[in-house]
């Protein structure tokens, strides 16, 4: 079978597994209010990104699977450490008193979060791609959340993640916070690469402009 028809379907199978996996999260599980918030901000961001995923442009240069297994690994194991709430002691372990107001406050990062996403997501367009690749006419964007920072969807998804760790309080959260990081700088890395090499003259003076992940900072 083609490369071409295993790659899309490999990305469904996947997205149907985590979609599924977090059902799983809020109905056998059933976790009271707040907390299940979290659950369907997760839930929102996946749908969205099944959904705008069948509308993309056709890939023109995408890396090697070896390559790509560097960041989906640990991004791969930090979903893991996110979602399950039966791994042993001590990733489950209480880190911090039970505060309303911590409580809330990882709702309300999580949330902005995918607000974050999912802006970053739509004003992309067809030029997104969950693998690192350059698109048969491929832009670059820096409109929309791209003037802040230039990967704002894995800014996104590491406050989503920071406001998951914070509400589920244990190290199992701040572990995959960590690995995530991890995962979407190093894909980070490897997608630049591809853009100096396709955007020579816009590129770097974009990367001077503007930060990776953190306005202003990094």
């Not at 701040?174 to 020579?200: D, N, R, S, T, Y």
């Amino acid at each position: 079978m083609p490369r071409t028809i295993i790659r899309p379907i490999v990305a469904t199978i996947s997205t149907l597994f985590w979609t599924i996996f977090i059902l799983y999260c809020l109905v056998v599980l059933h976790p009271p209010l707040p907390y299940s918030i979290v659950p369907v901000c997760w839930l929102i961001v996946l749908v969205y990104w099944w959904v705008s995923a069948l509308r993309v442009k056709a890939v023109a240069e995408k890396q090697k699977v070896a390559t790509a297994l560097t960041h989906q690994i640990p991004f791969f194991a930090s979903l893991v450490l996110l979602a399950d709430p039966r791994l042993p002691y001590p990733m489950n372990a209480q880190l911090f008193p039970r505060i309303p107001v911590l409580m809330w406050a990882g709702i309300a990062i999580c949330v902005l979060g995918v607000c974050e996403t999912i802006w970053a997501r739509w004003t992309l367009a067809g030029n997104w791609s969950g693998e690192v690749t350059f698109k048969v006419g491929h832009e670059l964007i820096r409109t929309g959340p791209y003037r802040f920072t230039r990967h704002p969807i894995y800014t996104g998804l590491l406050m989503m993640s920071l406001g998951t760790a914070i509400v589920i309080d244990s190290p199992r959260g701040f572990l995959a916070l960590v690995l995530m990081a991890i995962a979407f700088w190093i894909k980070l890395k490897q997608e630049e690469g591809l853009m100096m090499q396709h955007f020579p003259g816009q590129y770097p003076a974009y990367r001077k402009e503007v930060k990776a992940l953190v306005p202003f900072i990094i």
